[in-house]
């Protein structure tokens, strides 16, 4: 048997023509998927950029003329900005919590048989499977009792029971396959459980960790209805543009849509990384 | 070993206590809400959801939707990861790319998409600008039913399959490459490696993804709003007429029930389908 090393495998010319053609569909199908996630945020700005007469006329030019008149128009109505930190209050309690508890169920179910836990997997299942609009109704009663009325915190907690069953499902699914032999091994050689998992089962784990971070953030960022009923002075960004863009006009739409699209963009370019790491971990 | 024994209940502990006060609790009171009228027992909500002259409209809409979308964005999910993990070069701005619409609310992604649908949108302007049509159509108006449907499709595809890519890239990173090194050397061809080495180790992620984005399917809700208003009804958005405009608790939670129903069976369903032996888990 001989030894091929890695850097230098010896390919047949045939192969390597048929790695070219290969390609060049790779490369094709690349193009394709970028145009089709691009274009559509591309032609929401363009309208977010334009004048509001230009936004209602017809046809439609494919190059904005950089009028800000519907964007000022949007960011002088007020409490954009106020809706704007409160977004992104809320979103990163809802993170701390989900991931917080989530992250720690996620890895009881993957590593342990116990009685109780298929109950817990339907419990966390059927959180998911309920329609979070309806809950936020008797939380809102509940949360007028509490004093969490109109807080980001109370909110923070509704946007945790959506985003809590993604953070133990990713976690699960993520623990679930990291092999628990490297566990073992470490506890062979003198680790703990807690060392083991520190040094082992972490560093692995860690950028899918990020990435349902990245979810539980999301989910809360993107969370129109409970958002809108449990906050009334505390209005996050979504909560204030539903509430405005029933009688808004379409410049105003596409000028909120963008003033959404735009942090969403900034927010997940800053956790690109993590997403990266992730596809590393196929490297080891 | 008795730490050991305690140590998964010390784990799920906050979860468990989280989801009992701030899920449990409230979703009894809805499940009162929806069983019950004036103080009595009764099935009442349920008949006058059943009766009303949209709701079998409004069902087979929702239904009819996640048929479509699902299919659509598992194969575009799988092949996007597929793609991603092939890359050598480029591979984090791809990957960024293919993950924007993940970072979009549901209200964006309407909107993005009545950008292009609308009276004066980009795709009459296109359409005008080739010669294909005189003036501009409305897409989106009620003699165009499946014109709005295509446009929820979508609209939908375009925002929810990266949820979906992410998992699979996760999932498709932690099987190990000597799998596939193994498969090359008996000569399995890319789609032979793709489905006899990639699929099954992909199983528990492909069921991840798969649960979440069903569940999701049948709760579209601004998509639809953003997009067909009241043309194209839905049940949750159903729910929320129900609930604010015709103020009624009662029905509104009756639909929810319904969604509660339909979500846990299909929920059950994809464990069933997609359950992972444990000697087979990697």
């Known amino acids: 048997m001989t030894v091929v090393t890695n850097d230098l495998p010896a390919v047949p010319a045939a192969v390597t023509d048929a790695r070219k053609a290969g390609s060049g569909l790779l490369i094709a199908c690349i193009v394709v998927l970028c145009v089709w996630v691009l274009l559509p945020i591309y032609l929401l700005l363009v309208n977010a950029l334009s004048s509001p007469a230009e936004v209602t006329s017809f046809p439609k030019r494919m190059i904005p003329s950089f009028d800000f008149g519907s964007l000022s128009f949007f960011l002088n109505f007020q409490g954009v900005g106020k809706a704007l930190w409160n977004s992104v209050v809320v979103a990163l309690l809802t993170m701390v919590l989900s991931i917080g508890i989530g992250a720690p169920a996620g890895y009881a179910l993957s590593r342990f048989d116990f009685p109780g836990k298929e109950a817990f997997r339907f419990l966390v299942l059927m959180t998911r499977a309920f329609p979070l609009p309806l809950l936020a109704l008797p939380l809102a009663v509940l949360f007028i009792r509490t004093g969490l009325d109109d807080t980001a915190f109370g909110l923070a907690i509704v946007h945790t029971t959506l985003s809590l069953p993604f953070a133990v499902l990713i976690t699960f699914s993520l623990f679930s396959g990291i092999p628990v032999e490297l566990e073992e091994a470490a506890w062979t050689l003198g680790c703990n459980r807690w060392q083991a998992f520190r040094k082992v089962v972490l560093p692995l784990a860690l950028p899918g960790i990020a990435a349902s971070a990245v979810f539980a953030f999301t989910i809360s960022w993107n969370e129109v209805f409970a958002a809108a009923v449990l906050t009334i002075e505390n209005r996050t960004l979504t909560a204030f543009l539903l509430q405005s863009i029933n009688v808004s006009p379409l410049y105003l739409k596409f000028a909120g849509g963008a003033a959404l699209v735009v942090p969403a963009l900034i927010f997940i370019f800053a956790v690109r990384k993590y997403l990266f790491a992730m596809w590393g971990i196929a490297n080891r | ?282």
Do not use: C
């Open chain 2, 1 to 282: 070993m008795r730490s050991t024994k305690a140590l998964p209940y010390f784990l799920l502990a906050p979860a468990t206590v989280f989801l009992v006060v701030f899920f449990l609790y409230p979703f009894v009171l809805v499940a009162i809400d929806a069983f019950t009228k004036g103080g009595a027992v009764t099935l009442d909500n349920f008949r006058t959801m059943t009766s009303n002259w949209k709701f079998s409209e409004t069902f087979r809409n929702t239904m009819l939707l996640a048929a479509v979308v699902v299919p659509i964005q598992l194969a575009m999910a799988l092949s996007m990861a597929t793609i991603v993990s092939k890359l050598s070069t480029g591979r984090s701005a791809i990957l960024y790319i293919f993950a924007i619409p993940l970072g979009l609310s549901d209200l964006a992604a309407g909107l993005i998409w009545l950008a292009i649908f609308e009276q004066s949108g980009f795709l009459n302007s296109w359409l005008v600008s080739l010669g294909l049509i005189d003036k501009p159509i409305m897409f989106l108006g009620y003699q165009n039913k499946w014109v709005i449907f295509i446009a929820v499709v979508l609209a939908e595809v375009w925002r929810a399959t990266a949820i979906m890519m992410v998992i699979l890239v996760a999932g498709m990173g932690l099987i190990p490459k000597e799998y596939y090194e193994a498969a090359e050397v008996f000569g399995a061809s890319p789609w032979k490696r793709f489905v006899k080495v990639t699929l099954p180790l992909l199983r528990p992620s492909l069921q991840t993804a798969l649960i979440l984005r069903v569940i999701l399917a049948f709760e579209v809700f601004a998509v639809v709003a953003a997009l067909a208003g009241t043309q194209f009804p839905v049940l949750m958005g159903e729910t929320y007429h129900w609930q604010f405009a015709l103020q009624d608790r009662g029905v509104a939670a009756a639909f929810a029930m319904l969604i509660l129903v339909i979500s846990i069976a299909f929920t059950l369903l994809l464990l069933y389908l997609l359950r992972v032996p444990k000697e087979a888990r990697l």
